[in-house]
Structure formats: C-alpha cells, structure tokens
C-alpha cells in the first residue's frame, strides 16, 4: 500500500533492485544477458545499487570474476568508502535471493520503473523550458522528439535469431501466395511500368531524390506520381511544397486529371464543356486522401511535427513528397550551407524509417551541367551536398534535350534517368510530356537496358 510519505517519490521498487543485484553474485553468467543496452547502471534508483552495477558493469568488461571481496575493491577504487560497510551490504545482498526463478520479472520491474522515471523527467523538463519562455517551436520539436523516443524504447533485446526473421517472412510469402491482390495493394508506386520495375514500387524506410536543373518539369512529374497514387492506389499522399501554392499544386492536378489545358485554367478561359469535365476530376478528387500544405519555408524540426501529426491524426501516411530540397533549413540559425544540406539529408532518411514511409525529395541540380557538351546530369551534379547521394535510396534525374537543342528530334521527350538505385538496377527510359495538362505518359516500352 502506498504511504503518504510515499507520494511524492518517483516510480522504484528497492526489492527489485536488490534481487537483480543478488542474482549477478549468484550467477556471473546472467550478465551475457544485461550486457550492452538492456540494463544499465542508471536504472537503478537507489544510488547505493546504482554504483554497485556500475562496478559490477567494469569488472564484466574487464572479464573479471564478480563476487564479494573483487567488487568491494572496485567500489573502493571508484568511490574511496569504507570497505566494511560495502562489505556488509554486499553479503546482505548475496543473501537476499531464495530462488532465482523470478530474477527475470525482477530486471523488468527495474527497467520499468526506470523508463517511468524517465517520463517524469521529460514531463518536468518540458514544465521548466515553457517557464523559461524558450522558443515556441524548438519547445514544441523538442516535446515531440522526447515522448517519441520514450514510446519508441525498446524494452526487450532487438537482435532476433534467423529463425525467428524466417518465421514472419513466411507468413508474408504465403500472404502473396494466397492473397496476391492485397500484396499489391500495400505497394506504394508510381503507376510508370518502367520505373515500379527498376524501383520495385516505394519502400516504408526509403529516401528517393528526383533531381534535376530549372524548367526540367520535375515538380510536375512528382504531382503526376502523387495522383496516380491518389487516385490509382487510394493511399494517403502529403506534399510539402515550398515553392508552389496549394491553389497552384491543385489547378495542376486538375488540368492532368480532367485533361483541360492548363492555361485555360490559369487564363480563367473556361466553356461549359471544361466546367464539364473539371466538375467530374473534382468528383474524382473529393474523396482521396491529398495533404498540401505550402509554407513557404520549412525547418526540418516543423516538418518532422507536421508529419508526425498527419500520420498520427490521420492513422495512415503512405508516401511524402517534398518540394523542394534546397528550399528547406535545418533551424533559423545560419549554417555552412553544404554541412545544412548534409543534416536535412541525413535527417529525411531517418525521418523515412521512423515514420515507415517513403519520402520523394525533389533537388535542383548545379550549374555543372550547363558547362558540358552532354547536358544529361549526374550523380556528382547534386547540388550543395555529396550527403544527398550517400542518403538516398534511389536518385531519379530528369533530362530534356529539346531545352538544350530546340532543333532536336525528341520534341517534348522527357528522359527519366535512374542514377542510384540501392535495391536494383540503373538505367534510362523516355516519357512523353503532354504539356498542355502537365502529364507525364509512357511510350512504347523498349528492351530494357539494365546497369547494375
């Protein structure tokens, strides 16, 4: 039962504590157990017991035998106390433990207790930068990051045996097996046959860069895939765009799905018969699960929020769109530009795993390009950062050569270059630009050639 005098106390159980502690004296070997991350010295609340798993825990990697007379001379060494007392309690803890049968619960009753205390701390911190006024957002990113870490712990060992990975992957083969069309209904993809067959359709955990230099229609190109995914696959698509206003994304769509030229739209030109049809791409459109938001500069901690709360209001986040890159800014603090790009790189690709779904970052290319007699890009022309091709799981570059030569006989010929691909192939294809609503459309496919 708990005492008044308790209440104020963090969350701890000493006898707990006290039979992990006997039950390392009894049996040096269950330490091959607690080694590494799983428990630590400071999971424990007494401090007594926290500097005797502290000595505990260097003597284990010094591959020294634990028992009472070596740790009490450890306990000396670190903290130059009386030997007699150390000795006392060591041999009261020896004897604390009838049975060793429940020392397992034990250790988890300590690191519970441990990860409780922890929320207190994360709570009162938070309680102490709002009183200290700090910086709304930072305050905000910061209370986001701390509670997804804590629910995030992992309280059980994350290395699996094969045999237990083998397990669940046989229950997902035989699910494509017996269900091939709910397989690919979980598929992410982009609806253009030869991409989803070098890309192998859009991962959880993936960072995909399309790349490419000014009017090179890579920002309709990334609206393309996300209506095909709307529309085609009914998953849930968000686009950041710092570029573009959401009125500008939306007439985009519009025009690609009701096939009315753009610029009568933008011209606000429209007959009886456009209204017509844009009325019936609106039905189309109504229900699917699109999110823009188009501020016009993003930090990287105001993304990850954004994101984090679509996903969790919503209950589903299929795949995110970024437009684009180099736009973006890691806080509103001045860096190195190179080493910003480097950190928003590095910090899309984890956000990708944390959130388990696919992010599309759209980049601009260097000048470089201009300065070759072959305009097509590569790896080497990402702008700003080498990171950007270390992160990504897959670059995409976009290249017209009619832009370059006018008099070339690839008239509105877009081609679709796949520089980096970490799950396949590399390789090139054409699609044909219908400019007149913005589309991307596949030609006729031809022998693939495949670059490994």
Aim: glycine share 0%; hydrophobic share 40%.
């Amino acid at each position: 039962m708990i005492q008044i005098d308790d209440i104020n106390l963090p969350p701890h159980n000493i006898e707990a504590e006290k039979g992990v502690l006997s039950w390392v004296l009894i049996d040096n070997d269950v330490l091959w157990i607690y080694d590494g991350d799983w428990l630590l010295f400071q999971d424990f609340y007494q401090k007594e017991h926290s500097l005797i798993y502290k000595a505990i825990q260097e003597l284990w990697n010094q591959r020294k035998t634990i028992d009472i007379v070596t740790l009490t001379d450890q306990l000396n060494k670190n903290w130059d106390t009386e030997t007699i007392w150390w000795i006392d309690y060591l041999y009261e803890l020896s004897n604390f433990l009838i049975s060793t049968s429940s020392c397992w619960e034990y250790s988890k009753i300590v690191k519970d207790k441990s990860t409780l205390r922890n929320i207190l701390k994360v709570s009162q911190k938070i309680i102490w930068d709002v009183y200290q006024q700090k910086d709304t957002v930072w305050i905000l990113d910061d209370i986001e990051k701390k509670i997804f870490e804590l629910t995030q712990q992992k309280i059980w060992d994350s290395m699996m045996k094969i045999s237990d990975i083998l397990k669940q992957r046989i229950e997902n083969y035989m699910e494509i097996v017996d269900n091939p069309e709910k397989a690919q209904e979980r598929k992410v993809m982009s609806w253009y046959t030869w991409i989803d067959n070098y890309i192998t359709w859009f991962k959880p955990w993936e960072l995909i860069i399309v790349a490419a230099r000014p009017s090179m229609w890579k920002t309709s190109f990334a609206i393309n895939i996300l209506t095909n995914v709307a529309l085609k696959q009914n998953k849930s698509v968000a686009m950041l765009s710092l570029e573009m206003g959401s009125e500008s994304i939306v007439d985009r769509i519009i025009a690609e799905v009701s096939r009315v030229p753009m610029y009568k739209i933008t011209k606000w030109n429209l007959d009886e018969e456009d209204f017509s049809n844009i009325w019936e791409a609106i039905e189309k459109l109504w229900e699917t699960k699109i999110y823009i938001d188009d501020k016009w500069a993003y930090s990287v901690p105001q993304l990850k929020s954004k994101l984090r709360k679509l996903k969790i209001e919503k209950w589903a986040l299929d795949i995110v769109i970024i437009d684009y890159l180099q736009l973006m800014h890691w806080t509103n603090f001045p860096w190195n530009r190179v080493q910003e790009i480097s950190e928003i790189s590095r910090w899309l690709k984890e956000l990708a795993r944390e959130l388990e779904v696919p992010i599309i970052a759209l980049s601009q290319l260097s000048r470089a390009v201009e300065q070759r007699v072959d305009k097509k890009p590569q790896l080497s022309d990402l702008r700003e950062s080498w990171a950007i091709e270390q992160d990504a799981d897959a670059v995409i570059m976009l290249h017209r050569e009619d832009y370059y030569d006018p008099d070339t006989d690839k008239k509105w010929s877009t081609d679709i270059c796949i520089r980096k691909n970490r799950n396949w192939a590399v390789g090139e294809v054409e699609l044909h630009f219908e400019k007149e609503i913005m589309k991307f459309t596949e030609k006729a496919v031809k022998a693939w050639d495949w670059t490994y």
